[in-house]
């Protein structure tokens, strides 16, 4: 059976448990879940796919999509990731896909309790040395940059913070400047100056548009490179959430990019206010304490948030990497752990799902060749595996579960997948029953609902605690899986007194073990 909602089809009967239907116009999400996911330059279709198939009966929240304003068309290099930050108007088709697939794939996402957030890019406009004319824009509006002319918006030189800027060169110069860093072009893109009226009403009007066509929030992109006053106008003039999928009166969710790693006068707290802010320092700290850098252990995680200088738990967007900095590029450095060392990034995420402090995001990535010179990455331009002609890729799914054709998926890494659920069951419970062996070797608890186990020693770990949970046979889900009342990995038994034994080699490729109360048997 299936019914017609808002031009896409919703098998109902798929995702028992996550939706029920109640008419064609509303519907109530039964099982609710924090964790974003940035399913990174994939298209639109690919998106809508993995909604239904995959992201909602495995909890998923959430999807941060790629900007899905026009932008220009870079050949040199080929098609580079970063084009998709570089924007000549609010049209929505990118080579992500037109705009119809876009309210398609929003749809479908929403049909299925899978919300969606678009990254949007409104600081700038794109680089003055991007040229001119229709070829060069996903949507073949025509612009011309030197001249700071986009007509598809309208844009004129009239509406970018040149006169503000206090640099000869146009460019932000120093970051220790807030004048710089919020008047002048980051990197040579042309700043708009989100002062004017004009300006405002232009992105209020797009963001609008994305709003009531079913998108549950934004990241915004260089928040830091715009003033709180003038986000706070705009943010304050977006539609309540489209009422087909949302409760009436819902806002859209604001999660904010600006880097603070605590030594620019830009500070991170000065956008709290106004929606939840990326914590840069989330994944540069635990980085460091996952590979053991300067001392750093496991153990030390047991004051883990604001005591080591984060943002407030309730204001903080976190997460491992991202799109720019797993390129070396953004904020954390070497110490950020990225896919290319999966067994210290699925620790990583790992504890990231299982520890209470702010709302996780994941990142699914596409691989690229690294060529290192110098220290620096030559090929950190590369976008999405691609055709010759330049246009995306689908991503395929194998048998496995796994992704093809360079696209790395660690969404779709088992443990991670079954680590969201585990996210789930324990939401909203404080941290409890918090073990150490004084260095890499960690548990503890998420009340009586969760318990997880780490071992990041250069030893095995064997040792009985208390969990917390009731008496019974849990299913371990890092290395197994719960199907027809069996476990594929290892059980583990909870006696009655609430402790159980666990061991955990050295050597594991996922030395983690993780219990909740859906894993038992």
Known sequence: MKVKLC????????GLGLLQCQTHSKR?????????VHLFEWRWNDIAEECGRYLAPNGFGAVQISPPSENVIVTQPW????????????NLCSRSGTEQELRDMICKCNAVGVKIYADVVINHMCAPDMGEGRRRSTCGSFFNASKREFPSVPYTASHFNDDKCPTLSGNIETYQDIYQVRNCRLVGLLDLAQDQEHVRGRIVDYMNRLVDMGVAGFRVDACKHMWPEDLKNIYSKLHDLNATWFPHGSRPLIYQEVIDLGDEPVKAIEYSGLGLVTEFKYGAMLGSVIRKWNQGKLADLKTWGEHWGLLPSDEALVFLDNHDN?????????????????????????????HPYGVPRLMSSYRWDQRVVGGKDQNDWM???????????PVPIQPDGSCGEGWVCEHRWPSIRNMVMFHNVVDGEPLANWWDNGENQIAFGRGNQGFIVINNDDCPLDV??????AEGTYCDVISGQMSGGCCSGKQLTVRKDGRAHFTISHS????????HTHSKL
């Open 326 to 354: 797993q390129r070396g590029h953004g904020a954390g450095g070497a110490s950020v752990v990225t896919f290319r060392e999966p067994r210290i990034y699925k620790m990583a995420v790992a504890f990231m799902l299982a």
């Open 508 to 515: 594991d490729p996922d030395p983690v073990i993780a219990i």
């Open 7 to 14: 031009g896409c089809l919703l098998a109902l009967g798929f």
């Open 464 to 469: 009985t605690l208390y969990t917390g949970l």
């Open 383 to 393: 976008g999405p595996p691609s055709y010759p002609d330049g246009s995306t890729k």
């Open 79 to 90: 098609r580079p990731w970063w084009e998709r930050y570089q924007p000549v108007s609010y």
């Open 28 to 36: 109530q999400i039964l099982q609710s879940s924090s964790t974003i």
